[in-house]
């Protein structure tokens, strides 16, 4: 079973910066794939950013210039640098991994979510 847990989420003023991380342990082999995605209310859940075990990367096109992802393999976890945040960035975002247990299995693990907030 593999865990993850966030943090760095909270109020920020509109143009303000916030850095979430998030951290994943158990019984992990590989971490192949680890990704943000945020949830407004009302909407779907969205994938924000991911980044490949290599470092490549891919952004949603509202926060491509703004938002930029970074992940340790060695410590099996991820950042989200999030700069000139807007109102529409308000959300919960959640960390996402998939990888490979010490078993051999597959697995795809989901963080419990992180307010972020963006008013004056």
């Known amino acids: 079973q593999v865990q993850l847990v966030e943090s760095g989420g909270g109020l920020v003023q509109p143009g303000g910066s916030l850095r979430l991380s998030c951290a994943a342990s158990?019984?992990?082999?590989?971490?192949?794939?680890m990704a943000w995605y945020r949830q407004a209310p009302g909407k779907e859940r969205e994938l924000v950013a991911a980044i490949s075990r290599g470092g490549s990367t891919n952004y949603a096109d509202s926060v491509k210039g703004r938002f930029t992802i970074s992940r340790s393999n060695a410590k099996n976890t991820v950042s989200l640098q999030m700069n000139s945040l807007k109102p529409e960035d308000t959300a919960v975002y959640y960390c996402?991994?998939?990888?490979?247990?010490?078993?051999?299995?597959?697995?795809?693990?989901w963080g419990q979510g992180t307010q972020v907030t963006v008013s004056s």
């Open positions: 158990g019984s992990i082999f590989r971490i192949y794939a």
């Open positions: 996402n991994t998939r990888g490979a247990t010490m078993k051999g299995a597959d697995f795809a693990s």
